[in-house]
């Protein structure tokens, strides 16, 4: 049986699987609750400013009948008293001390300010401080959160005067609310960070309300930009990742990957796109702890099934596979193929090809049932006739390869191949 | 035994007679039917329809919360969408095309959302189409069924000023007469006339009779087309010894009295037997037994697998407590003062596929005899030969023949529905109705 167990800067925990900082990890009840659900650490809701929140405070994007594919919030750091929080920390690390605790903070933007929160924080006893660069409202207004992580120089200054105090691991977390999460990245890894975490939320507006025409959520007659998270941003929060897990700078501290993840499955990839571990939080919001179990039991099986013994086995295998355009093969070539056996003639594949890509699929009427086939020579290997088709593996796509040998765009370009020919 | 009426108390009628099709209760779980709904292209399902709904759109538009823009797909091919999603033998036409059932799924529950849009429309009242300006041509048509309304309702909307002489006192033909009242219930049907006339320029003359209150000469006389929207007549007869006995009723009439008098003055037997295994035959049977008849047998002279009705509906024959005997054709009906006392049927076995490419019964010479005191017979309906013959129309077997879809041998007369079909479902009735107002349009050189 493989090993879960998880490392991250030396602070250790059963399982790569930590909740974020958030709603759920805001006070004893919840955090308690998470260790007996089997989490392998949490993030505390991150402490700091003095805040008030409004109501409400979250909305949803839901989609073909699921609910919560994207879900956002307009809510503050934690708002409950400093030293409550601190005491709480304190015993939730007595009741489970194999567990990470890790705590998040966001000061007022002056050093003195979070040398004070520092030192109180580290008094707990707490593993190791997450810096809250990234949350994208109410904050910001004010000089913090996204304001800080969005510029590159004073994302580094706060650093510095965080590493000055700290006396446990650094990990800074940067908001997606920039062309490129890399200058932070590199700036905050130069001003001494010890490992990065991302993404944070992303500014959004989820819907309006029909009727009373006021975007989601909802404040006496008003909304504002919330911070979207959930199964929809993890596409991005991957991208963001890899390119922090390919910079030379950033890449030489360890990632804690956040953004979307719900089940093993997310959580590999995270890892295979070099995240050392993961956050959860949405996932948590929409169906309590009890995600966990089979988040390990998952991740177990597919170790297992693969051979890999621990984490570090497998962490950042997939990120040397994400290149450049310009260095794709362009001779691979693949043309689907429809298995008539298994195809239920839904006609979803042509009418996607027909109407919005290379008119490649072959229609022939029947009463009351169509036949579909693709018209190879027209097939250019695009996937969307896989991808809508509802029935796994009923469409397959086949490698016809153009000719044996590797060429990329750039020796096309050299030795004068014909372009603009389909 | 004996036959009587009023065998229930007005609790038990109500409970027997309740609509066995109800539509999703809430929003959210039509919702979560719709969105399984794959939203094919060139469907399967809306090509197994006779009047070629779009379903997925339809369904699409549930999904999308727009009930109204749903209910107007389904109107704008069938504008009794509302008594087809309760009446059609779905499980062969749109459920049984769904493309889930390649996939061992259940199809998608296509009727009961069809039930959803449409009975929020008919609640609401939304009048979905609107009435072009007169064009001054009248149209009459002959019978309210499906197809006489289907026909009024496109000629309408074209500005054709439409009268239709009905003979019965109320509207929607074997939709109201002649289908089991748990199916569509006496009030849902004047509901969903109603509902079809709110269009305008739609005039019913009820207990008008085409050859007894007025003629076919005095139509063409008066109007500027006419379609025969005429529907069958009574069963067919068996042709054995005892059918006059007293007892020996036609499904179509026992029906009609249940839908047209009230469930409590229809007499019925103890012991039924029902002659047939067509949707007529199992609403007999199991309106017999829904009235209280101690024993109902159903008795067909083929096995299961050449039976015309479908297997929902002998399931609720089944359900309802209804006996079944396979392999049994009647042969005589024996009486004792004048009243059924048995049924006679000859044990049959199959023999060579015939005309249908069903394999025939053959008698095999044993018979046996069931003890009943009432015999429905449901062996199919026949038209109204002697009414088309007096008009010349041109006919086979009294079925009205067609050139096109809809035109008559006489210029200026149109037919469609069981009239000329001998009998179909409501949706076959309602595109034949939609096909004659085609027709006439063209006919009276309007565009449509």
């Known amino acids: ?422 | 035994m004996s036959i009587t009426n009023n065998r229930l108390s007005k609790e038990q009628y109500a409970e027997n007679f309740s609509d066995i099709h109800p539509t999703f209760e809430t929003a959210d779980a039509a919702l979560v039917e719709a969105n399984r709904c794959l939203f094919c292209y060139d469907a399967p399902c809306m090509k197994s329809c006779p009047t070629g709904i779009d379903v997925p759109k339809f369904i699409k538009q549930i999904t999308t919360e727009n009930i109204k823009g749903s209910a107007h797909t389904i109107f704008t091919s069938n504008i009794m969408g509302a008594g087809c999603s309760k009446v059609c033998p779905v499980e062969k036409l749109c459920e049984g095309a769904c493309v889930y059932n390649f996939m061992e799924e259940e199809p998608i529950s296509i009727a009961k959302l069809q039930r959803y849009s449409t009975e929020k429309a008919m609640a609401a009242n939304w009048q979905l189409f609107k009435r072009k300006n007169s064009t001054g041509k009248k149209v009459a048509i002959v019978g309210a069924g499906p197809a006489g309304l289907s026909c009024a309702h496109v000629l309408s909307r074209e500005g054709i000023d439409v009268t239709i002489f009905e003979k019965e006192s109320k509207g929607g033909g074997l939709m109201t007469y002649g289908i089991a009242a748990y199916k569509v219930t006496p009030q849902f049907c004047e509901d969903e006339v109603n509902y079809i006339l709110g269009i305008g320029g739609i005039e019913i003359k009820y207990n008008q009779e085409l050859g007894k209150d007025f003629s076919l000469t005095e139509l063409k006389k008066n109007f500027d087309a006419v379609y025969l929207a005429i529907g069958v007549g009574v069963a067919r007869r068996l042709d054995i010894p005892g059918e006059k006995l007293e007892g020996v009723i036609d499904a179509i009439q026992f029906i009609y009295e249940i839908r047209a008098n009230g469930y409590s003055t229809v007499p019925v037997g103890d012991k039924v037997a029902v002659i047939g295994m067509g949707m007529t035959a199992i609403d007999a049977a199991t309106q017999a037994k829904r009235l209280g008849a101690k024993e109902v047998t159903l008795v067909y002279r083929r096995t299961e697998a050449e039976k015309p009705c479908t297997d929902v509906e002998l399931d609720i024959a089944r359900l309802d407590g209804c006996e079944i005997i396979w392999l049994a054709a009647p042969v005589k009906i024996k009486g004792a003062e004048g009243k059924v006392k048995q049924l006679v049927c000859s044990v049959m076995k199959l023999g060579e596929p015939d005309a249908s490419g069903r394999r025939s019964p053959v008698d095999t010479g044993e018979t046996f005899a069931l003890n009943v005191d009432m015999v429905i017979k449901a062996a199919g309906q026949v038209p109204f030969e002697k009414l088309v013959k007096k008009y010349r129309l041109e006919n086979k077997n009294g079925k009205i023949s067609l050139k096109d879809k809809a035109a008559t041998n006489i210029k200026g007369v149109f037919a469609g529905g069981d009239a000329v079909n001998g009998g179909k479902e409501v949706v076959d009735a309602v595109q034949a109705g939609k096909d004659g107002a085609a027709s006439i349009l063209s006919y009276l050189r309007i565009k449509n």
Not at chain 1, 192 to 198: D, E, H, I, K, Y
Not at chain 1, 357 to 368: A, F
Not at chain 1, 398 to 419: C, D, M, S, T
Request: hydrophobic share 40%.
């Open chain 1, 1 to 422: 049986m493989a090993s879960l167990e998880s490392n991250f800067l030396g602070i250790k925990s059963p399982n790569p699987f930590w909740l974020a900082s958030a709603p759920p990890t805001d006070k004893k009840i919840n955090v308690l609750r998470a260790f007996e659900a089997g989490w392998g650490g949490v993030v505390w809701k991150t402490l700091g400013s003095q805040v008030k929140n409004v109501s409400s405070r979250y909305s949803a994007v839901n989609f073909g009948g699921h609910k919560m594919m994207g879900f956002n919030n307009i809510e503050l750091i934690s708002d409950r008293p400093l030293d409550l929080n601190l005491k709480e920390i304190k015993e939730c690390l007595k009741l489970f001390p194999d567990r990470a605790m890790i705590v998040s903070l966001m000061a007022d933007n002056d050093k003195k300010s979070w040398h004070e929160l520092i030192k109180k924080v580290q008094d707990t006893g707490a593993h190791g401080l997450e810096l809250n660069f990234g949350c994208p409202h109410g904050m910001t207004e004010r000089g913090m959160g996204a304001a800080v992580g969005q510029d590159p120089e004073i994302a580094c200054m706060v650093v510095e005067w965080v590493m000055e105090a700290a006396t446990i691991p650094v990990i800074t977390k940067l908001t997606p609310n920039v062309h490129s999460v890399v200058p932070t990245g590199r700036s905050v890894v130069k001003a001494g960070t010890n490992a990065l975490s991302l993404i944070n939320t992303i500014q959004s507006v989820t819907g309006i309300d029909l009727d009373t025409l006021v975007p989601n959520p909802y404040v006496a007659g008003k909304s504002v930009f919330g911070g979207y998270c959930g199964p929809a941003v993890k596409p991005i929060a991957l991208k963001m990742l890899t390119t922090i897990a390919q910079d030379d700078v950033t890449n030489k501290v360890p990632i804690s990957g956040i953004g979307g993840v719900s089940t093993w499955k997310d959580a590999l990839e995270f890892m295979l796109l070099g995240a050392s571990n993961v956050q959860v939080c949405t996932a948590a919001m929409n169906h309590g702890f009890r995600i966990v179990e089979d988040m390990c039991e998952g991740l177990n099986n597919w170790m297992d099934e693969k051979g890999f013994k621990t984490l570090s086995d497998f962490i950042g295998k997939s990120v040397e596979k994400i290149t450049h355009w310009e260095d794709l093969d362009i001779n691979y070539h693949h043309i689907a193929k429809i298995n008539q056996d298994k195809c239920i003639h839904c006609g979803l594949c042509y009418i996607a090809c027909e109407d919005a890509s290379h008119q490649s699929i072959n229609l022939e009427y029947g009463k009351p049932y169509n036949n579909y086939t693709v018209k190879d020579e027209e097939c250019v290997g695009c996937n969307l006739c896989k991808l809508v088709c509802p029935v796994n593996d009923c469409i397959t796509m086949e490698e016809h390869r153009v000719a044996p040998e590797y060429i990329n765009w750039i020796e096309w370009q050299k030795r004068g191949l014909p372009l603009n020919d389909h």
